[in-house]
């Protein structure tokens, strides 16, 4: 069996490109006070960072981050129960957990790892999210 490396996907039926291999984007932030209804919902949009395919392929999730400040990111696997389809893209259901704390740290000379080969399969998601704005992602994951 040889393996593939592939992009991250906004949808299990991987049609929609969450980013482009190696090209960094930011990371949702979680939202403040001041956050309306459509913060929240493009948050929750925003915050997923891949959904896997629904049939079943394990696919290793490496996910790596840079930041301008110091702060706390939150990584939360999400099921397929926990996802809902809006428009083509899916979006969190549910307030993010904090099961995975990590922290990252300014201005490192090399990108920060945050995930290395972490498998999902059956269309479940990786969520990721951080405390304070500034805080840059990129990755792919590679398919059995």
């Not at 394990?58 to 400040?69: D, G, I, M």
């Not at 904090?98 to 995930?115: E, F, G, H, M, W």
Request: with cysteine.
């Amino acid at each position: 069996m040889s393996a593939k490396k592939i992009n991250f996907f906004h949808n299990s039926s991987h049609t929609h490109l969450r980013v482009s291999q190696g090209v960094p984007e930011s990371m949702a932030v979680l939202p403040g006070d001041s956050s309306d209804a459509s913060d929240i919902m493009s948050f929750n949009v925003n915050r997923i960072v891949h959904v896997s395919s629904p049939s079943g392929i394990k696919e290793h999730v490496h996910l790596y981050c840079t930041s301008t400040r110091n702060t706390d990111i939150f990584i939360e696997v999400i099921s397929s129960s926990g996802l809902v389809e809006s428009g083509n893209l899916q979006r969190a259901s549910s307030w993010p957990g904090r099961d995975l704390v990590l922290q990252v740290k300014a201005n490192q000379p090399s990108p920060q790892i945050v995930l290395q080969g972490f498998t999902i399969s059956a269309g479940a998601a990786i969520s990721a999210c951080s405390r304070e704005p500034g805080v840059m992602f990129f990755g792919f994951v590679v398919q059995e």
